[in-house]
């Protein structure tokens, strides 16, 4: 023990006094448990720009002599192992999550002090408090983003404090900090798990299913701190005692704080529904979770005036987080008993009699392989079982794409998840079809559940239906090459198979798709199909070995066809039957264009299309010579452009391009002259009528003034889900099979396109289907645009007015962005 270190004498200079790299942050918490037999630290993965990712076990040293048996004994608890055996240890699991969003930096420096107070012999309180607990401190769960701030901020800072707002120092250019490489928002994917940083963390967190988790933030420099109990929504499924011990968390954080004359606030703002935060996720998984906010982000840097005229410190937002880091650990221990005892409680009932209206999913197994293998990939890495139907039935249960309760044939392919298993509460949260809202103020999106966002025929039973076999994933696929095979054809209906299009077409294989469905040798093929044919590949040395070699790389099962003469449709040497061009991609970046619309984009094609683009800064469009690409791709944002740059756009418009303009980008081309886009007039396509859209509702300028954030949700849509009439006929809609159920995150309507095609609309308010949606924004939704394309020139532009690639989690949506990119040419 002598021999470790403090941070300020490891690092040489005082906490406080500057932001701490992520590699020293990383040498000193190796330092630390190399000098401490009782700190044991783990490595858990990288991030994409190659920075470690690693969590430290702190406890006394007869705990962690018997670390394994504390994790199995855990798990034991909720279910997840059953080996037999009764749990032999008592010790809680108190987990700390610091820096999910890189710019809220305090967290990182706090760590290390909190840290030192557990391995510091002065330090008697900590020293009673780890014989009862066992605590899991993960220094920086994004250090990508960490990095990218603190050395910006270091290179930037004065010499001299300067807590002057304006000060440079305080202005964090675009993107910032808070993201990680790929600019997600870390703190939302903890079910989805799209980015690496997420998925290797909750390999670890699922081996270990902390009792306790608290994630610590920062948000604006002139608010107070926050802890919890957290703010309603609170979803219907946390417990009592959950809501209970946050309670008891909170009480004993506040008398900490009163102590040291410090503000703070409780139960506002900060909600428990979306499932996929930091504290939420936790919930769902049995631990108390709970957000930890101070006051600060990237404004703050080491002292920033606040609007009081008090200067917040770096030195002060540490204390803070410390301070709250150690009131956890405390409850941890005088409680755990408890807080053990209803962990155990929370698995053991519910996965005996679970709580919610729906009990039993099944999905239906005759559709698309890559789709359902692509839920399954998501149930494993949350540790959801399922099985296979192996029986028939007539049942009865809510059809999610109707949103009616339907009779229907349990077939003995089917996919069956149901709640009596230990992720009983995740499985019927991630499933629900309607998550029950206790107050419409919430922070995020209100729907997400998993049938719409793959696209997948599924129904929900309030009974239990089992399976009497393991559903393995789908067989192997090894295609033969076949000198005698005329065309080889690839099925359109997953992002798979886009991938494996961009592969192809970056190997110099040339492909084409049908516009119309077809038949041949008995075999149906829908519109979109890819044909792979010998004629027009000349030039590729190994033809059938590069298509097969590729299709069993990317698992697509291909069929066979040796003629050209179709029995039903289009030949393939039709005019219907079009070469598929391997476009130049461009992107637009920077100031105005937002960072997390842009990050969808750049981890789209580079993660899930392995597509190259060119990343274009948006400030520099006069200068760019735009007719190195095929297709521009706009991000959500608040473009900026003169009339004279969107001229130099829209020119390489007619010239041939094509650009997909997405979500707010729309507005670059809205009700102005020379575009069809419009929100202010709907055609009354029978009648020929045109009418104007109703009176603004008035009511909010006279409403009481602690009312108007309440009422101004009446115009919102927050994340809820509506059915989307898609045109199969057209080509943006290949593979949707007619319909998409689209996560509608604006209350922005856009008539229906007079001169273009409109591709997927809304033309009715009872196709919402889940989520919140205020009463002024549902009749907007009527005969509204969703997904459109206008003719210019030779070229086109595709409107998204919903962004299908949201979070990299909606998986359906990713096909409508292939199609966009390979496909809509017409």
């Given amino acids: 023990m002598a021999q470790t270190k403090s941070p300020e004498a490891f690092l040489g200079y005082e906490l406080g006094s500057r932001f701490t790299p992520h590699h020293r942050i990383v040498a000193y918490f190796e330092h630390v448990a190399a000098q401490n037999s009782n700190v044991h630290l783990q490595y858990y993965g990288q991030t994409y720009e190659?920075?470690?990712?690693l969590v430290v076990m702190v406890s006394a040293q007869q705990n962690m002599d018997q670390m394994e048996e504390i994790r199995k004994d855990n798990l034991r608890r909720t279910g997840l192992?059953?080996?037999?055996?009764r749990p032999a240890t008592n010790i809680p699991i108190t987990w700390l999550s610091y820096n999910v969003h890189g710019n809220e930096?305090?967290?990182?420096?706090?760590t290390m002090k909190t840290l030192w107070s557990l391995v510091d012999s002065a330090q008697t309180k900590s020293k009673e408090w780890l014989k009862q607990t066992l605590v899991v401190l993960d220094p920086c769960v994004n250090p990508d983003g960490r990095d990218r701030y603190a050395q910006w901020y270091n290179q930037k800072m004065n010499l001299i404090l300067q807590p002057d707002l304006q000060s440079i120092e305080h202005q964090e250019p675009w993107p910032g900090g808070r993201a990680n490489h790929y600019l997600f928002d870390l703190n939302r994917d903890w079910a989805w798990q799209a980015q690496q940083e997420s998925e290797q963390r909750m390999s670890l967190y699922q081996e270990w299913m902390p009792n306790i988790h608290l994630d610590f933030h920062e948000q604006g420099i002139n608010s107070p701190y926050y802890f919890a109990p957290a703010a309603a929504p609170l979803h219907e499924q946390l417990s009592e005692y959950q809501l209970e011990f946050q309670e008891t968390f909170g009480r004993?954080?506040?008398?900490?704080?009163d102590d040291n004359n410090w503000f703070y606030f409780t139960k506002e703002v900060f909600d428990l529904l979306y499932p996929s935060y930091g504290d939420t996720y936790p919930m769902f998984n049995g631990a108390i979770g709970m957000t930890i906010e101070q006051g600060g982000s990237g404004a703050a840097g080491i002292g920033v005036y606040t609007d009081t005229g008090d200067t917040l410190s770096l030195e002060d937002r540490i204390d803070h987080h410390h301070t709250t880091?150690?009131?956890?650990i405390e409850m941890s221990a005088v409680h755990k008993d408890k807080l053990l005892e209803e962990f155990e409680r929370y698995f053991t009932e519910n996965a005996r009699d679970p709580k919610s209206q729906y009990k039993s999913f099944v999905i239906k197994g005759d559709q698309s392989p890559a789709k359902i293998q692509a839920l399954l990939e998501l149930l494993d890495k949350n540790k959801i079982r399922y099985q296979k139907s192996g029986k028939t039935a007539k049942l009865q249960g809510f059809e999610y794409m109707s949103g009616q309760q339907e009779a229907f044939q349990l077939d003995k392919e089917d996919l069956i998840i149901n709640a009596w298993q230990p992720k009983s509460v995740l499985t019927q949260v991630l499933f629900e079809p309607e998550p029950a809202l206790q107050d419409s103020l919430t922070y995020d999106i209100t729907s997400w559940s998993l049938p719409y966002a793959y696209g997948l025929e599924a129904y929900a039973l309030e009974s239990k239906v089992e399976g009497t076999q393991d559903y393995a994933s789908v067989d192997f696929i090894d295609n033969k090459a076949n000198e005698k095979t005329l065309a080889y054809i690839a099925p359109w209906e997953h992002i798979s198979h886009a991938t494996f299009l961009g592969d192809l077409l970056q190997k110099g294989v040339r492909a084409k798709k049908s516009v119309y469905p077809f038949e041949v040798n008995g075999q149906h093929y829908p519109a979109g199909s890819l044909i792979l044919s010998r004629g027009g590949n000349e030039s590729v040395?190994?033809?059938?070995?590069t298509v097969t070699s590729l299709a069993n790389q990317h698992q697509i099962a291909l069929g066979h066809v040796s003629t050209g003469m179709m029995d039903i449709g289009k030949d393939f040497g039709s005019?219907?039957?079009?070469?598929?061009?391997?476009?130049?991609i461009g992107v637009f970046s920077g100031e105005g264009v937002s960072s997390l619309g842009f990050g969808e984009v750049w981890y789209f094609m580079e993660q899930d299309l392995e597509y190259p683009l060119s990343v274009l800064e948006a400030s520099k469009m006069s200068a760019l010579d735009l007719s190195n690409y095929q297709v521009l791709i706009l991000p959500n944002g608040g473009y900026k452009w003169t009339d004279m740059e969107l001229s130099h756009l829209t020119d390489w418009v007619k010239q041939g391009g094509k650009l997909i303009a997405m979500e707010g980008a729309l507005n670059l081309f809205v009700d102005k002259e020379g575009f069809d886009l419009s929100t202010s007039l709907v055609e009354d396509m029978s009648n020929g009528m045109i009418s104007s859209p109703k009176a603004p509702d008035t009511s909010r300028l006279i409403a009481p003034y602690q009312m108007r954030e309440r009422i101004s949700i009446s115009d919102q849509i927050t994340g809820a889900v509506f059915e989307v009439d898609m045109d199969s006929t057209f080509s943006l809609g290949f593979g949707l099979g007619g319909k998409y159920y689209s996560l509608k995150n604006r209350p922005d309507h856009y008539a229906y396109l007079k001169n273009g095609i409109n591709a997927g609309i809304i033309q009715a308010e009872d196709q919402l289907r889940s989520g919140f949606v205020g009463y002024n924004a549902l009749p907007n939704t009527s005969e509204s645009m969703v997904f459109g394309v206008e003719g210019h020139g030779r070229g086109r532009i595709i409107y998204m007015v919903d962004n299908p690639i949201f979070r990299a989690f909606w998986e359906n949506g990713k096909l409508i962005m292939a199609n966009a990119i390979f496909m809509a040419d017409e």
């Fill in 105 to 110: 930096a305090v967290s990182s420096e706090a």
């Fill in 575 to 584: 005019s219907s039957v079009s070469v598929i061009t391997k476009p130049t």
């Fill in 252 to 257: 004993n954080t506040a008398g900490y704080f």
């Fill in 81 to 85: 192992l059953a080996d037999g055996q």
């Fill in 541 to 545: 040395a190994d033809f059938h070995g």
């Fill in 325 to 328: 880091a150690l009131s956890a």
């Fill in 50 to 53: 190659y920075r470690p990712l």
